[in-house]
C-alpha cells in the first residue's frame, strides 16, 4: 500500500513507520526519499528540480524498480530540516549535511556508476583550482598544478576507490600526456612527471567529460560539492581569474612549444640560438612560458641565469672536436704526487655525469645547455648514455633505463629532471647529416632568420641624407638569393644586424658587412665572387661606386709581358671599400635597377 507523506510529517521521524512503502506529493510536499533505497539508506539533495522547488529529493530509478522509502534511523533531526539540509533561503541552497553526503557518495559510486578515470582527473583539477582559488589572495597561474601521484590519490578519494590506481597511472601517462588533449597538458619537473590540469582552458570552453553526473557530490578537505556547484563557482567566483589568464592559456593551447628533455635549437648562424637558449633554460627553471620572458628585459633576463649557473642548475658547454666521453660521463686521469716521482690514476666523473648525480639530489628542474653540439662526435661522446636521454628512458619513467658504466662500473642512470638543450649551425653540418640515435632522441626546433625583429627594436627604417634603407626588405633579398645558389640552412641570421644604430648606420653597416658578411658568403661560396654579387645585388647596378664587389678586366698578355697558351680568366675581383660608406650601396641590395637608377 502506498501512503502519502506531508511536510510536516518529514520533521517528525516518531510519525514515520519503517516498515510501510511511501509515496510523496511532487507537487506539494517538500522533500522526497529516493525510491529504490536499500535499508537503512535516505539520500537527499539539494539540487532543484524541474520546477525549482530547492531542497526537493532526487528521485533514481534502480533495477528492481521497488519503491521503497525509507528514513535513516540513525540520523536524529533534533533541528528543523532546513538546517539539517543547510538551507538557507527560499531560493538558495548549499552544501550538504556530512551524514547525507556520506550516503549519497555511496550511492552515487555504484559498479554502473563509477566516476570514469578523466571524469575523476576532471573533478580532480576542477576541486584543486577551487582550493587555491580561496587559500590564496592572489592565486597565479603556476600554482594550477598536480603531479601524477596527486591525482591519483584525488582521484581515488573522489570515487571512494572505484579508480584503479594502475589504470589511472597508465591514463596519465600514456599517450594523452602527449597529446593536445584538453584534460591534461604535460611538464616535466623533478624525478616524477607533473601534468597540470589545464582548469582554467577547460573552465573557459565550458567543456567536461562526456557523461559527467552534474548531481554526483564529491568531497574536498572535509567539505562536500556537487560538480554542478563547481561548475558554478568557475562561472561566477572564478571568472575573473579566467579572464586574467585566459590569454596564457590560449598561446599555451595554440603551440606555445613546452620544451622536452631534450631539444636541439638549430638554424643558419645569427639567428638567436645561444641566445635563446639562455631564454628556454631560465623558463625550465621558473617555469614559465618563454612568450613571458620575451617581455622582460633580456638583461634581466640573463641576470637570473647566471645566477643559476651560480647554483650549478645551469651547465653551460661548447663541444668540439676533440671532446670525449672521458671528459662528459667518466674517465681515468693520471695524479702526481707532491714529490713529483710518483704517478697514480683516479677515475674521475665527468661533467654530464657531476650534473646528473647533483640533479638526484633535488625535485628542481636542471638545465644542461651544450652549445655547438653537432661539432662533437656524438657517438664518441655520448657512447652508451644515448639511450638514456631519451624521455621515456628518464629515471621515474614507465620505461625507466639504467646503464653500467665502464670504469666505475656504476649504475647511471639520467634523471626526469635534467632538461638537455642543445645549439646547432646548420651553415656548419646540415641536420640531415647527424647521428640518427641523436635525431630519434631529441626534438629539433629550427630557429630562422627574422626580419620582423628590426621593427620590434625600431631599428628598421634607416634614414640617411633623406634615403630610406629598410633592413628587414635588404636582409630577405640577401636571403632569398642564398636559398636559390646554395640551401636555407646557409642564410643569414638577423643578429647580424640588431646592433645597428641610427645616428651611427653608416659605420656600423659597413663594420657588420666587412666583417661578419662579406667572409660568410665567401666561405659558403668558396670565394666564387661571381655568386656574391649577385647575392649583394652588384650585377644590378652600373655605378661601380655601389658595388661591393667590382669586377676588374684584367690584360693577361700584359701581365706576362708575352701570350701564353693557359686558360686564364681575364676577370678579377676587388673588394669596393667607397661602397661601404654609401646608403645607396645597401639600398640597392633590395632595390636594384627595378626602382631605382643609378
Known sequence: MIEWISKDSLLDLNVIDNNKDYDVNTSTIFGKIIPGSKIGDIVYSLVPSVNQEIGRFVVESLEDNKAIYRLLETVELSENINDLLGIKGETQYTKLNPVQCQIIRRKSFQANKSFSVVQAVWIAGALHAYNIFYSKINPIYNDFFLNSSEII???????????????????????????????????????????????????????????????????????????????????????????????????????????????????????????SSILYAVSVIENVEISKLKLEPYAEVKFRYEQYKISEQIQFITFHQSYGYE??????????????????????????????????????????????????????????????????????????????????????????????????????????LLDTALRRRFDFIEMLPDEKIFAELGINIIEVDEKILKLDEMLKSINQRIELLFDREHTIGHSFFTKVRQQHAIDDLSNIFKQSIIPLLQEYFYDDYSKIRYILGDHSVNDKNLQFIVEDVVDVSRVFNQYIDLDIPNIRYLINDQAFGNIDSYIKISKGNYEQNY
Open 327 to 432: 671528459e662528459f660521463i667518466e674517465g681515468i686521469r693520471a695524479v702526481v704526487d707532491e714529490t713529483g716521482n710518483n704517478i697514480s690514476y683516479i677515475y674521475e666523473d665527468g661533467i654530464f655525469k657531476s650534473f646528473c648525480n647533483k640533479a638526484k639530489e633535488s625535485d628542481k628542474p636542471f638545465v644542461f645547455i651544450i652549445d655547438e653540439i653537432n661539432r662533437g662526435n656524438i657517438s664518441k661522446i655520448f657512447g652508451e648514455l644515448i639511450t638514456l636521454v631519451e624521455s621515456t628512458k628518464r629515471l621515474g619513467q614507465k620505461e625507466e633505463m639504467e646503464v653500467i658504466l665502464p670504469y666505475t662500473k656504476e649504475s647511471f642512470g639520467v634523471p626526469s629532471n635534467v632538461y638537455i638543450i642543445g645549439t646547432m649551425n646548420t651553415a656548419d653540418r646540415s641536420i640531415a
Open 153 to 275: 590519490n584525488l582521484s581515488q578519494e573522489y570515487t571512494e576507490n572505484e579508480v584503479h590506481p594502475p589504470r589511472i597511472g597508465q591514463w596519465l601517462n600514456g599517450d594523452h600526456s602527449k597529446s593536445n588533449h584538453n584534460i591534461l597538458r604535460a611538464r616535466r619537473s623533478g624525478t616524477k612527471v607533473t601534468y597540470r590540469l589545464s582548469s582554467v582552458g577547460e573552465f573557459v570552453d565550458k567543456t567536461k567529460p562526456y557523461g559527467l553526473d552534474l548531481y554526483k557530490i564529491v568531497s574536498y578537505n572535509r567539505e562536500f560539492f556537487l560538480v554542478k556547484e563547481l561548475i558554478e563557482f568557475v562561472d561566477n567566483e572564478y571568472e575573473d581569474f579566467i579572464m586574467r589568464s585566459k590569454e596564457d592559456e590560449g598561446e599555451l593551447i595554440k603551440g606555445e612549444k613546452m620544451l622536452n628533455n631534450s631539444t636541439i635549437l638549430y638554424g643558419p648562424p645569427g639567428t638567436g640560438k645561444t641566445y
